[in-house]
Nanobody
Framework: VQLVESGGGLALPGGSLRLSCAAS????????MRWYRQAPGKERDLVAT????????NYADSVKGRFTISRDNANNMVYLQMNSLKPEDTDVYYC?????????????WGPGTLVTVSS
């Protein structure tokens, strides 16, 4: 199992970033995919979820209306479009998956990608 996040960086408040996650080593289309974020010393928080088919999504209240999760099952990719960024969105962002048939979570996390929102 391998997850590799990318696309993070420095953004101005009100700006946008698009995160990508390349997945391999498992049957991607069988997994609900999620984006999490974590600040140093804090719990990892769920940001967004997308079902295996890509037609059902859920968001944390803090990002609803600003972030959009999507996926490309043909290329084993999941994305997080982040608009209207706020300083409080500064975190390391991770993608992750849960098997829709068994409920089992993937046994590895990627390195994450750092998002910094600052003027």
């Amino acid at each position: 199992v391998q997850l590799v996040e990318s696309g993070g960086g420095l953004a101005l408040p009100g700006g946008s970033l698009r995160l990508s996650c390349a997945a391999s080593g498992f049957t991607f289309s069988h997994y609900t995919m999620r984006w999490y974020r974590q600040a140093p010393g804090k719990e990892r928080d769920l940001v967004a979820t997308i079902n295996s088919g890509g037609y059902s999504t859920n968001y944390a209240d803090s990002v609803k209306g600003r972030f959009t999760i999507s996926r490309d099952n043909a290329n084993n990719m999941v994305y997080l479009q982040m608009n209207s960024l706020k300083p409080e969105d500064t975190d390391v962002y991770y993608c992750y998956g849960v098997n829709l048939y068994t409920g089992a979570a993937l046994d590895a996390w990627g390195p994450g990608t750092l998002v910094t929102v600052s003027s």
